[in-house]
C-alpha cells in the first residue's frame, strides 16, 4: 500500500493532454516537494520534474508539474507515442523518515 | 559525460549476500549524494537508502536496516551497495542515483535523482 496515491493508468490520442494525479498527506506532499519521474519498459526511471515545477534541461515545456495541498499532478501536453511510459510522483515523508513514490501510472497513446 | 555504470546481474541463493557497484564518470564523485533505489518485477519504485561520498556518512530506510550496508571507494569513484539475508523477496532490479543537488546544497533530505545507473538485476532462487 502505496503512501502516495496514484491513477493506474491514463490515455490519450496524439496531440491531446494527459494528466496525471500523486495523492499524499500532511506528512509528504503538503509540507515538502513533489517530484515526478518516467520510466520507459527496460530502462531506468528518468528525472521530469522536480520541486513541484521545475524541469531539468532537456525535458520539454509540453511537461509541466504543480501542487495544492496535498496532491500534485503532473501535465503532458501535445501527447507523442514516445510518451507511453509509467509516470512515478515521489515526496519525502518526515513522518516516516522515507523517500516515497507512488504506485505509478502507466500512460498509453491511443 | 556524466554517467553512473553498474555491475553485472547477479543470481543468488536464500540467505546469500549480494553487493553490487556503481562507477561514477563525468563528474566529481565526492560532490553529490548517492542513492539506492530498487523495482521489484512488475513492481514500482522503493528507495533504500543514501551516501554522502564525500564523507562516507549514510541514512538507510528503517525496513533496510542491519541488512544494507552502502560504502564507496573515492580512489575508484565507485559506490557499492551490500544487502545480506536475502529472500525471493529481494529480487529486483538495483538502480543507484545521483541527487540532483551538489551536496554543499543538500537539504537534509533526498529531492531528486537526475542520473540513474542502468540498473543490476539479483535474482534470489534456490
Known amino acids: 500500500q502505496s503512501v502516495l496515491t496514484q491513477p493506474p493508468s491514463a490515455s490519450g490520442t496524439p496531440g491531446q493532454r494527459v494528466t496525471i494525479s500523486c495523492s499524499g498527506s500532511s506528512s509528504n506532499i503538503a509540507y515538502n516537494f513533489v517530484y515526478w519521474y518516467q520510466q520507459l519498459p527496460g530502462s531506468a526511471p528518468k528525472l521530469l520534474i522536480y520541486?513541484?515545477?521545475q524541469r531539468p534541461s532537456g525535458v520539454p515545456d509540453r511537461i509541466s508539474g504543480s501542487k495544492s495541498g496535498t496532491s500534485a499532478s503532473l501535465a503532458i501536453s501535445g501527447l507523442r507515442s514516445e510518451d507511453e511510459a509509467n509516470y512515478y510522483c515521489a515526496a519525502w515523508d518526515d513522518s516516516l523518515n522515507l523517500y516515497v513514490f507512488g504506485p505509478g501510472t502507466e500512460v498509453t497513446v491511443l | 559525460q556524466v554517467q553512473l555504470v553498474q555491475s553485472g546481474a547477479e543470481v543468488k541463493k536464500p540467505g546469500a549476500s549480494v553487493k553490487v557497484s556503481c562507477e561514477a564518470s563525468?563528474?566529481?564523485?565526492?560532490?553529490?549524494?548517492l542513492h539506492w533505489v530498487r523495482q521489484a518485477p512488475g513492481q514500482g519504485l522503493e528507495w533504500m537508502g543514501w551516501?554522502?561520498?564525500?564523507?562516507?556518512?549514510?541514512n538507510y530506510a528503517q525496513k533496510f536496516q542491519g541488512r544494507v550496508t552502502m560504502t564507496r571507494d573515492t580512489s575508484m569513484k565507485t559506490a557499492f551497495m551490500a544487502l545480506n539475508r536475502l529472500t525471493s523477496d529481494d529480487t529486483a532490479t538495483y538502480f543507484c542515483a545521483r541527487e540532483r543537488s551538489p551536496s554543499e546544497f543538500w537539504s537534509g533530505y533526498p529531492e531528486a535523482f537526475d542520473i540513474w545507473g542502468q540498473g543490476t538485476s539479483v535474482t534470489v532462487s534456490s
Open positions: 551516501i554522502n561520498p564525500n564523507l562516507g556518512i549514510t
Open positions: 563525468g563528474y566529481t564523485f565526492t560532490d553529490y549524494y
Open positions: 520541486r513541484n515545477s
